[in-house]
């Protein structure tokens, strides 16, 4: 008779959370640079990602911060917020959001049936 174990908690959103993180930090050095356009596709896209992940783990208020980040990196719908200064700012308060949503948000696979 072999011993079964409960499946652990997995920190899905960890990885996507982690490579938004660090383009955020690139990105607030490059914010007046033209190839910033990468920065925005690539934090909008990752912002989704763990959006959905964060609904499928039933936590639902990481959206309250994430839907904000999808939406003013957008890149197709530029939000241009004028000053450079602010938005380094927010580059760094997103960045906080990611890394504590990628930590914090544990999906549990469902049980299996024998």
């Not at 899905?12 to 914010?31: E, S, Y």
Request: a positive charge.
């Amino acid at each position: 008779m072999s011993a079964s174990y409960p499946d652990p908690a997995r920190r899905v959103a960890l990885a996507p959370a982690l490579i938004a993180a660090v383009a955020l930090l690139v990105g607030a050095a490059v914010v007046d640079a033209p190839g910033y356009v990468v920065v925005l596709f690539i934090v909008s896209i990752f912002a989704l990602i763990v959006a959905v992940f964060a609904w499928q783990a039933k936590q639902w208020w990481w959206l309250v911060g994430l839907i904000p980040i999808a939406v003013l990196w957008n890149p197709v719908f530029p939000i241009d917020l004028g000053d450079p200064q602010l938005w380094r700012g927010l580059h760094f308060a997103a960045a906080a959001v990611f890394i504590a949503a990628g930590i914090l948000i544990k999906i549990t696979p469902p049980a299996r049936e024998r």
